[in-house]
C-alpha cells in the first residue's frame, strides 16, 4: 500500500480539479492522498468527499509558505481541523496578500508595456490562493510568452523585473499554529532548499517530521534526510508534488510513499488532537 501526500488543486496553482485528482490517485493507485495547497485548505472538503467515493483514505494539509533567518521554505500541515479558527484566521490572511501581491506583480508587467490586465489573471487563477504560475498561464495565454518557463525566466523569477517578495509567517509560529489545530507539521522538500541549517531550530520547536520522499530530491538527498529524520527521531513523509498539467506531464505517481508512514502521521496527529482536547476542557471547567 502506498500513499502520495503532497498534491496540489486548483484551489492554488495546480490544474487538477479534487475530483479529477482523486481519480488520477485511483489510476495510480493510491491508498491515501493528502491535498497540501498552498496556504488554503479550502479543497479539503470536495477532496475528502472525492477520495472517499474511489475508496481512497484522506489526511487534511496545507503547505504554508514559512521563514527562517530569510530563508523561504514551506511547511507542510497535516491531519489540521479543518474548522480550525485560528489556523483559518491566518490562512486568510496569506490568501489577501496573495491577491495583493499579483496586483503588485501586474503593475510591474504594465510598467514594463506588458498590457496584462489583473482581472484576467484573477480569472485564470479562480482561487483564493492565486500565484506566479497564475500569472504565468496569463502571460502565456495573452501571447506575451510562448511558455511558462519563459514567462518565469523573464519576469517572475527571484529578482526578475516582475518578481515580488512573498510575505512569509516566521516557521517556528506556523509550527506551533499547526499544532494548536491538532495538525503535524513537516518541512517540505528539504532538499530544495539551499541550506540544512533551518532544520534545528525548527526541530526544537517542535517540527515533527521532514519530507524526505520528493519527486525534486535526488537519490542522495532522499538517503540524506532518512538518515536525519532516523537520528533527530522525525517522523518521514514524501509525495510527488504534482502540479497537473503545470509543469508538462502530472508528477503523480512519480512518489510512492510506503503506507507504514501514514499510519505513523496518523499516530502523531492523534497525539495532538488528545493535546487541544484536554486544553478545550479546562478551559471549558475555568469557564
Ligand atoms: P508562488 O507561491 O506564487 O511564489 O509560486 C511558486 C510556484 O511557482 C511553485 O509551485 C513553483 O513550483 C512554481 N514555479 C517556480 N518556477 C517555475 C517555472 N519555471 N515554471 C513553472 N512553475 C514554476
Ligand atoms: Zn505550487
Ligand atoms: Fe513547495
Ligand atoms: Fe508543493
Known amino acids: 500500500m502506498f500513499a502520495d501526500l503532497h498534491l496540489h ?13 482523486a481519480l488520477e490517485g485511483k489510476k495510480h493507485e493510491l491508498s491515501a492522498m493528502s491535498l497540501t495547497d498552498h496556504d488554503t485548505v479550502e479543497g479539503c472538503a470536495r477532496m475528502a468527499a472525492a477520495c472517499a467515493a474511489n475508496g481512497i483514505e484522506f489526511i487534511s494539509g496545507t503547505e504554508l509558505t514559512a521563514e527562517q533567518k530569510g530563508i523561504e521554505l514551506h511547511l507542510l500541515s497535516y491531519h489540521v481541523a479543518l474548522d480550525n479558527p485560528k489556523f483559518l484566521a491566518e490562512v486568510g490572511k496569506f490568501q489577501k496578500v496573495r491577491q ?7 503593475a510591474r508587467l504594465n510598467q514594463l508595456d506588458v498590457p496584462l490586465q489583473v482581472e484576467t489573471v484573477f480569472a485564470i487563477a479562480n482561487c483564493r490562493s492565486p500565484g506566479r504560475p497564475h500569472v504565468a498561464r496569463a502571460l502565456v495565454q495573452g501571447g506575451f510568452c510562448r511558455t511558462l518557463d519563459e514567462a518565469f525566466e ?20 506556523a509550527i506551533e499554529l499547526i499544532h494548536q489545530a491538532g495538525g503535524v507539521a513537516v518541512m517540505a522538500h528539504p532538499g530544495l532548499n539551499r541550506s540544512d541549517e533551518v532544520i534545528p531550530p525548527m526541530v526544537e520547536a517542535g517540527l515533527d517530521g521532514i519530507e524526505c520522499f520528493h519527486s525534486k ?7 540524506r534526510y532518512l538518515e536525519m529524520a532516523a537520528q533527530k527521531n522525525l517522523l518521514i513523509t514524501g509525495g510527488s508534488d504534482c502540479h497537473g498539467m503545470n509543469k508538462g506531464k502530472p508528477l503523480i505517481g512519480s512518489v510512492k510513499l510506503p503506507y507504514q508512514y501514514v499510519k505513523k502521521l496518523g499516530a502523531k496527529a492523534a497525539e495532538y488532537q488528545a493535546r487541544s482536547a ?9 469557564d
Open 9 to 21: 488543486t486548483n484551489f492554488s496553482d495546480g490544474t487538477y480539479s479534487p475530483e479529477e485528482l
Open 100 to 106: 495583493e501581491r499579483i496586483r503588485e506583480m501586474v
Open 154 to 173: 523573464r519576469f517572475l523569477k527571484v529578482n526578475r523585473p516582475a518578481w515580488v517578495p512573498k510575505f512569509k509567517m516566521s516557521a517556528l509560529d
Open 217 to 223: 530530491h535526488t537519490p542522495s538527498a532522499t538517503r
Open 278 to 286: 484536554k486544553t478545550r476542557a479546562t478551559v471549558a471547567t475555568r
